[in-house]
């Protein structure tokens, strides 16, 4: 029996780094074990914050990939503000830190580039998918936002198609998601951005998050929503099993990934440096390391406190290389935005997290779904950014397990979370 096919319409494709394009990628590598022929439809000379050659490894050798040319204005914008590179992962300058350079780009991508900057992409990529379904007799297909301009090409192609099956993966909500605020819109291009948005929740068969609570309120708004989150590859890294040479020499706090301003957990660096200050034991064997990019404006901060000398900043690595500086650590750190309406945003990484048995600390709003994950597998705990005396005893807590070697605390119920098995969701779902 001959296969199904399924057409992945995604920006994000290796050589892109960083999180947003693995999950297809590793749908698109297990698809084929249940019956699925997946095919990837991808911008050709497309605008990548992050590059990442190491991914390139899970692409299958016999995967058909599609390509045509994407228009977007970033380049230009960057010779204008060469701090407009951020806004293409989802990063803004917060409060003191805007210049009005800063102010009018911000303003500029929220009310000129509707959904996003990718939107020229839309009527030639609906032109060329319309005949490209028919030749190929495709009748599933899938868009992966952000950029949510994807999802306007699924929504084009349906009503041009109506029996056409259309998933619609919202990695990121879309008017909820934390940033929505920052971007300076006008009535009139808010209330564009949440009908194209409501257009995409009643038209698409699925609606797909990656979060509980995004999935209930996508629900809520009219989608047919189903959670799959992001999860752990196994060929990336062997959950629960530790080499004993990956034991840190030094109790190392890290933060794997893309640390921008409003994500900042200050009240952990005032916890650190405290302890710093207050703690010699700990300020002997203390170490906080950074593997990725940190907003320069959050690291000039902590320079500035008794954490200076206690920093390793790697910058940004391969994903290889991530996955192994999280298995060197003693403890590893994720954030989230501090704001009630991102309860339902769950870090990928946090899963990658999850396979090393290390024990994390996480901070965000309180009853969030990534509270939730680390309850139900023992694997750490979470804070909310007002939080202060809890998170020095926690650390020390930790750092005392650390010094008598008792740190490794196995992690439970983490295979539901692998890709595989995710990837099975998806096509009972399907």
Not at 32 to 44: L, R
Not at 168 to 194: M, Q, V
Not at 276 to 300: P, Q, W
Request: aromatic letters at 12%; proline letters at 5%.
């Amino acid at each position: 029996m001959e296969d199904k096919k399924i057409l992945i319409i995604t920006y994000y494709w290796p050589p892109a780094g960083g999180p947003g394009v693995q999950r297809w990628l590793k749908f698109a590598k297990y698809l084929p074990e249940f019956g699925w022929k997946p095919i990837i439809y991808t911008p050709e000379n497309p605008s990548y914050p992050l590059l990442d050659e190491s991914l390139m490894k899970d692409v299958p050798e016999d995967l058909e990939i599609v390509r045509t040319k994407i228009w977007e204005p970033y380049q230009l914008a960057e010779k204008l503000n060469k701090s407009n590179k951020k806004f293409k992962a989802g990063q803004f300058d917060v409060g003191n830190n805007q210049s009005w350079k800063s102010k009018l780009s911000i303003w500029v991508r929220g009310n000129f580039f509707i959904p996003d900057a990718r939107v020229f992409w839309v009527n030639p990529s609906t032109q060329f998918l319309e005949q490209y379904l028919k030749i190929n007799n495709i009748e599933t297909i899938v868009t992966s936002g952000p950029p949510h301009s994807m999802h306007l090409i699924g929504l084009n192609l349906k009503k041009k198609f109506p029996d056409l099956k259309w998933i619609a993966d919202f990695r990121d909500p879309w008017t909820e998601i934390s940033y929505y605020k920052h971007l300076k819109l006008t009535n009139r291009s808010d209330k564009k951005h949440r009908q194209l948005e409501s257009d995409v929740f009643k038209n698409a068969d699925i609606t797909l998050a990656t979060s509980y609570t995004d999935a209930e309120n996508f629900r809520k708004n009219g989608a047919n929503a189903f959670c799959i989150t992001n999860g752990f590859d196994e060929t990336d890294s062997n959950p629960q099993t530790l080499q004993p040479s990956n034991s840190p020499t030094q109790f190392t706090l890290s933060y794997i990934g893309v640390l921008e301003q409003l994500r900042n957990p200050e009240n952990l660096w005032k916890a650190l440096d405290n302890l710093v200050k207050t703690n010699s034991d700990f300020a002997e064997n203390f170490n906080l390391k950074f593997v990725g990019r940190i907003d320069d404006k959050i690291l000039e901060t902590i320079e500035k406190s008794s954490l200076k000398n206690h920093i390793q900043n790697l910058g940004y690595v391969s994903h290889d290389k991530a996955v192994d500086e999280m298995a060197k650590s003693s403890l590893l750190l994720i954030t989230n935005f501090p704001n009630d309406s991102s309860k339902g945003i769950i870090p990928g990484k946090i899963f990658e997290y999850l396979a090393t048995g290390k024990q994390i600390i996480s901070f965000g709003p309180n009853e969030a779904d990534v509270a939730k994950i680390l309850d139900e597998t023992k694997a750490g705990k979470h804070f909310g950014y007002n939080d202060s005396k809890q998170i020095e005893d926690f650390i020390l807590e930790k750092f005392e397990l650390w010094k008598s070697g008792n740190l490794l605390e196995n992690t439970q119920n983490i295979e539901q979370f692998s890709r595989k098995n995710l990837t099975k969701q998806l096509v009972q779902i399907l």
